[in-house]
């Protein structure tokens, strides 16, 4: 083993400890300790867990013969307790390394059990994970944080799980692989050319989300067979949100219209066009989950300046519940008053007749209504 560094000097800290005293997170910073040399490891501060001292030993800069150009780094859990009770002390124990989320990695996650025979005694991974990847996929402000979860048990017991504790299975991050397939575009088999952008992606996994996608790529539409496929009446932005909720089941938290698009406007207005636009795209592909959020980020956004606009595009989608919640908006006194006098909403009434009947029936629900106006 190589040299230890000192773990009062070392950048290494424990930040939290839960679960009863089994769980604990383990803060490193990354480049005050990737270049110590190879073979040295950093110490942590000494914890307890299920009555016994612990280390984590942390090997930042580890050669592995059979990977010549990759540095992996390594952790190993050390026993430090004197004194102890028992010969030997059994344990079972998680290592996880946190997401940029701060939720475990089910990729970057390691469990064994190990019979710790005496004081100083370790055990662990030589090859946890490459640094290229720990750089790319956990490093967050110069630093990276390690879950260690342990259960205790000895050589003549079964190893103890306390009843009313989680076994420490990995949250589900489907979704965070195929985000990281998405970014990396490796073994993509199909691109799509989308304002001037080109966005490369995978068949099976559009096909999988979307059945329009499933019909083009896979039937007989002559697309089944194009490598490049060119969409002509669609955002380039608006296309990368699509195969961004593809792939990953969500949005990105922030996603507004480009300002280059809309010009000087307010963020909620770029929110409301950007919603618009999605959920055109949702219905045109067939994809419902994406559908219904852009439907409730509308619903929670209609105001004066978008609601006639959102009223045209939930007709013509047929949203029904994006569509109520318009004509109530527009039902309110203050608000019908300043919005019959507009072009845009003479212009609506007069192409979808519907609409004015469903208003009216709304407008007869309110009380305060009456006596104002008349809607005929």
């Not at 100083?120 to 390690?146: A, H, K, M, Q």
């Not at 989680?166 to 575009?185: A, C, M, N, T, Y």
């Not at 066009?273 to 959020?293: M, P």
């Not at 609601?307 to 527009?330: H, P, Q, W, Y």
Request: glycine share 6%; proline share 3%; hydrophobic share 40%.
């Amino acid at each position: 083993m190589g040299t230890a560094i000192n773990s009062m000097a070392a950048p290494i800290l424990i930040t939290k400890t839960n679960y009863g005293g089994m769980s604990h997170l383990i803060k490193i910073n990354h480049s005050q300790t990737k270049d110590i040399g190879q073979g040295d490891y950093v110490v942590s501060p000494t914890f307890s867990s299920g009555g016994y001292e612990w280390e984590i030993l942390y090997f930042p800069d580890l050669d592995c013969d059979d990977d010549l150009e990759a540095v992996y780094i390594s952790f190993s859990l050390a026993l430090t307790s004197e004194d102890l009770d028992v010969r030997h002390v059994t344990a079972t124990f998680d290592l996880s390394l946190l997401e940029h989320d701060d939720t475990p990695s089910y990729h970057a996650f390691r469990r064994t059990s190990y019979c710790f025979s005496s004081q100083g005694d370790s055990f662990g991974y030589s090859r946890f994970i490459p640094r290229s990847e720990l750089e790319e996929d956990y490093v967050v402000n110069d630093c990276f944080t390690l879950l260690c979860t342990i259960y205790i048990g000895t050589r003549d017991s079964a190893i103890a799980e306390p009843e009313s504790c989680s076994i420490g299975v990995p949250p589900f991050d489907l979704h965070k692989q195929l985000e990281r397939l998405f970014k990396s575009q490796e073994r993509t088999d199909v691109a799509f050319e989308v304002g001037g952008e080109s966005f490369p992606a995978h068949r099976l996994i559009l096909a999988a989300r979307s059945p329009v996608f499933n019909a083009e790529l896979f039937g007989s539409m002559a697309e089944a067979s194009m490598k490049s496929i060119k969409i002509n009446d669609m955002k380039a932005w608006v296309f990368k949100a699509l195969l961004h909720f593809i792939y990953t089941d969500c949005l990105l938290e922030h996603d507004v219209v480009p300002e280059s698009e809309t010009g000087d406007v307010s963020l909620a207005e770029r929110e409301t066009v950007f919603a618009q636009h999605l959920l055109v795209a949702a219905d045109r592909y067939g994809i419902e989950g994406l559908r219904i959020i852009c439907e409730e980020r509308l619903c929670k956004n209609v105001n004066m300046e978008s609601v006639m606009s959102t009223l045209d595009l939930a007709e013509r989608l047929n949203c029904v519940g994006l569509k109520d919640a318009c004509l109530e908006f527009i039902a309110v006194p203050k608000n019908f008053l300043r919005l019959a006098l507009s072009e845009r909403y003479v212009s609506l009434m007069q192409s979808c007749p519907n609409l004015l009947s469903e208003l009216q029936e709304k407008v007869s629900r309110t009380l305060a209504f009456k006596g104002i106006v008349s809607v005929k």
